[in-house]
């Protein structure tokens, strides 16, 4: 009895096996062939990131320099006017080794200004 037992497990034991391990074998390669499909989809976002930080870059500093063209247009369409002398500040160099000192004097400001 126990001899007609082992031979059924046998029977279904080595295709189950056979079966398994040709399983395992082809998951294998669908799960290497998975990441390795993965790691270039990474590469080419990150290359396509790059591009386009390059980008930003190019397009944030032609930006920049449209405006400050354009801000210079804009004064130099007839706006550049001498300065009101009131509105001159000088700043004069000690001889030392001092600080610059540069300073309002609001009561010679609004006397110049109230003269006028």
């Known amino acids: 009895m126990m001899r007609r037992r082992e031979r059924i497990l046998e029977r279904f034991f080595w295709p189950f096996f056979i079966i398994f391990t040709i399983s395992a074998v082809f998951t294998t390669i669908w799960l290497k062939s998975s990441i390795v499909s993965a790691e270039y989809k990474i590469r080419s976002l990150e290359e396509r990131k790059k591009k386009l930080l390059m980008e930003e870059k ?38 030392g080794n001092d600080t610059y000192k540069a300073s309002f004097k609001t009561s010679l400001l609004t006397k110049k200004r109230d003269e006028r």
Do not use: H, T
């Open 58 to 95: 190019l397009l944030s500093a032609e930006k920049s320099n449209i405006l400050s063209v354009a801000k210079f247009e804009n004064a130099s369409a007839g706006k550049l006017v001498f300065p009101d002398r009131i509105k001159v500040v000088y700043v004069q160099r000690d001889k």
